[in-house]
């Protein structure tokens, strides 16, 4: 058995140290990177510097253990820079002299700054004494069964960790049922009007290139559709203008049913904890259409942290935690973010063209508005073609044109895990990957 003790949570890139729990027959470990051995073990110590990179791009982490004869009879897998839970745990199972498993340690780790209150253990149902995190013991056994091991970490009343293993018994191999989830819509020249009928020529037949092999979907859907938007602070007091200027009701200021707002904000909550730093930025839960009109969501829902001097908004990080956001329910999506008035903080070209990248790497559509138009035009950024909002008849434009993209667009789901930036379209199709 192959367990990762490092575990990469949030946005990662640059060098990390891996260490890994290795039992069992397990004579050769090969840390893959993407496809690319980055290491080879032969025994302990199990650690090994890894560099990501400088781009904040989506990875595969594998860590692959072979027997004597070169087979391969262990596999544990990290999906970097993708969602995960706040919060996560491992377990490293240890064997006796016999190679029964005797005793096991839990390795944790969290973005929330804070030590594990309480952990709890039960086998095959029943509770464990569990009062540390190293060598708990576990009961005798019949290791002619197949048992079942569970380990959850409170953080908090409200944050809980949990991890499972099996082992014991004899058993076949299993088939992952693992579907990974693309989003797709018509290509430029192919798109219909507004009301999005051209997504409905999107099917089961429709093949994708998956990682370079051409594959059909197991199932296509519509469902709910992500609307996430992040908002510059200098863009707040031009929207709380827009918003109290009279703008009519209309369809195309309003979410639809099946359209979800998420607000995302831009000055992150510092956490300090036993495992250094971390920046949490804040998100709403989901906003529907009854829950007010969009344009007085956008202008008037805020954090406290927004209003503190001391805490500058980081909009960078912030629109790259949005990505995450808008993918983290393998829904349709697309991230709006609002831009007030150009300043060095929200303008730098190569930072506004990295997070760019990573959304595209998500699979997110970014569309980029302004309330300040104007300004923009005579400064060089890398936001790329910027959205005029500045007018209620042009905000509502905007709306209309962002709603349009989440209703061509078209969930295909595909069997196996796969990175996001592995899916492409084939040449000459009518319909091609969102980004």
């Known amino acids: 058995m192959i367990t990762f003790v490092s575990l990469l949570l949030g946005l990662v890139l640059g060098p990390h140290e891996i260490e890994i729990a290795v039992s069992g027959p397990i004579e050769r470990v090969e840390l893959v990177l993407d496809g690319e051995i980055r290491a080879t073990w032969l025994g302990p110590p199990w650690k090994a510097t ?136 018509p290509r430029d020249s192919d798109r219909g009007g507004r009301s999005g009928r051209r997504a409905s020529t999107i099917g089961v037949d429709s093949t994708l290139l998956v990682a370079g092999e051409e594959r059909s979907p197991e199932v296509v859907e519509r469902g709910s559709g992500e609307f996430v938007v992040l908002r510059d602070l200098g863009a707040r007091s031009d929207l709380e203008l827009l918003a109290g200027g009279g703008l009519r009701r209309s369809v195309f200021t309003e979410l639809g049913d099946a359209e979800i707002l998420r607000l995302v904000g831009s000055v992150p909550e510092l956490r300090r904890g036993p495992q250094g730093e971390s920046w949490l930025f804040p998100t709403s839960g989901e906003l529907e259409a009854g829950d007010g009109r969009l344009t007085r969501l956008l202008a008037f829902v805020g954090w406290p942290e927004e209003g503190t001097p001391r805490r500058p908004q980081q909009l960078f990080p912030a629109l790259a935690i949005a990505g995450v956001t808008a993918v983290s329910l393998d ?105």
């Not at 349009?404 to 595909?414: K, M, P, Y």
């Open 331 to 435: 829904r349709r999506r697309i991230v709006v973010l609002v831009l007030g008035r150009p300043t060095e903080a929200v303008s730098d070209i190569s930072s506004a063209e990295r997070v760019r990248g990573y959304l595209a790497a998500l699979g997110v559509p970014l569309q980029v508005w302004t309330t300040a138009p104007n300004e923009w035009a005579a400064t060089e950024h890398g936001w790329g073609e910027l959205v005029d909002v500045s007018r209620p008849s042009r905000l509502q434009r905007a709306v209309r044109a962002a709603r349009q993209e989440l209703e061509q667009q078209t969930v295909a789901w595909f069997s196996g895990a796969f990175l996001p930036q592995e899916f492409a379209a084939p040449e000459g199709a009518p319909y091609e990957v969102a980004r």
């Open 50 to 185: 890894v560099d990501l990179g400088a781009e904040l791009v989506p990875h595969r982490l594998e860590a692959v253990g072979y027997d004597g004869e070169g087979t391969e009879i262990a596999r544990a897998v990290q999906l970097l820079n993708l969602p995960r839970p706040q919060s996560e745990v491992s377990l490293a199972l240890e064997l006796d002299p016999a190679g029964q498993t005797s005793t096991f340690d839990v390795h944790w780790s969290t973005v929330l700054g804070v030590a594990p209150r309480e952990v709890e253990a039960f086998f095959d149902g029943r509770p464990l004494e569990a009062d540390r995190f190293a060598a708990i013991a576990l009961p005798p056994y019949d290791p002619r069964q197949l048992h079942f091991l569970q380990v959850e970490v409170a953080f908090s009343e409200t944050q809980v960790a949990t991890a499972e293993a099996t082992f014991g018994g004899i058993y076949a191999d299993t088939v992952s049922s693992e579907l990974t989830a693309v989003v797709l819509r």
